[in-house]
């Protein structure tokens, strides 16, 4: 329907930060395109994260170097994402989970479980 062109849609949605996040150097958090992208209380962003639009990122999270969060992603409270690890659009992350270093992120993963790996797997529980 539109010929192979590119087709912009503006990102009216903003960013919403609370208090006492950290957000290291070189980041690029991108504004929602309807709703705000939210980064909630106590967040710790590390160096050269990319978060993209409409994302929900959970009180107490860390997102450690280099990690790439794409669009409408939601990652729930107290989880740790590894650095360089990728996350696929539209994936939850369950509360108080963690994700391993450099791993790919293409399925929704279950609360409280450590997950790792191209395609990320469950690997054992976070406990």
Request: charged letters at 15%; a negative charge; glycine letters at 12%.
């Amino acid at each position: 329907p539109f010929d192979g062109l590119a087709v912009s849609m503006p990102h009216i949605g903003g960013v919403e930060i609370a208090d006492d996040c950290e957000i290291g150097a070189n980041c690029t958090i991108a504004g929602g395109t309807i709703f705000p992208t939210r980064i909630l209380t106590n967040v710790r962003i590390d160096d050269q994260v990319f978060i993209a639009h409409n994302c929900y990122i959970g009180e107490g999270t860390a997102i450690i170097a280099q990690s790439e969060i794409s669009g409408s992603v939601i990652i729930e409270k107290n989880c740790w994402i590894g650095p360089g690890s990728s996350i696929t659009q539209k994936v939850t992350i369950g509360e108080r989970s963690l994700i391993g270093i450099g791993s790919n992120v293409t399925s929704n993963v279950e609360p409280g479980s450590v997950s790792a790996g191209n395609p990320a797997k469950k690997i054992r529980d976070n406990k």
